[in-house]
């Protein structure tokens, strides 16, 4: 099992947050630190809302520590494409004709499932102007 707590796998997350090696904070923080020191370069994320990843990890945590995970991914820290919405979070698609101050009224279903998890959502991802195309060249 990898120790670089920004790198591990889903699967060797829930089983360290399990044996209480691990808390799902000190991943989201490991993460938050390689996103910040190389989003600029790579334009990887649209969006990243700190407060609200370190409430959710937070969250993940105590149901860790009380024996209560809600479910197969709880505490794992996810991305979701800025294609599909996250409540409360704006939906770009990639593309400036999009109102940057709209926000999402509720979850799309996958990202609602990942939720129901306990998944711990970063922020959301570049993509092509409405997904158009397989390169990722997002302004």
């Given at each position: 099992?990898?120790r670089?707590?920004a790198?591990?796998s ?6 360290a947050?399990?044996a ?5 904070v000190?991943?989201?923080k ?6 910040r020191?190389h ?10 809302d700190?407060?609200?990843t ?5 969250a993940?945590e105590?149901?860790?520590?009380s024996g209560?995970?809600?479910?197969i991914v ?5 991305t979701?494409?800025d ?10 698609r990639?593309s400036r004709t999009?109102?940057?101050n ?9 990202v ?5 998890h ?15 195309k ?6």
């Amino acid at each position: 099992m990898s120790r670089d707590l920004a790198m591990m796998s889903a699967t060797d997350l829930v089983q360290a947050y399990a044996a209480g090696t691990i808390s799902p904070v000190e991943v989201v923080k490991a993460s938050l630190v390689e996103i910040r020191k190389h989003n600029e370069t790579f334009n990887a994320f649209v969006h990243i809302d700190e407060g609200t990843t370190l409430a959710a990890a937070k969250a993940s945590e105590e149901r860790w520590k009380s024996g209560t995970p809600i479910g197969i991914v709880d505490g794992v820290p996810t991305t979701i494409k800025d294609l599909a919405e996250v409540k409360g979070w704006p939906v770009r698609r990639g593309s400036r004709t999009s109102d940057p101050n709209f926000r999402s009224i509720a979850d799309s279903p996958f990202v609602a499932r990942l939720r129901d998890h306990g998944a711990v959502f970063m922020g959301k991802t570049t993509t092509p102007e409405y997904g158009w195309k397989g390169v990722t060249d997002s302004p």
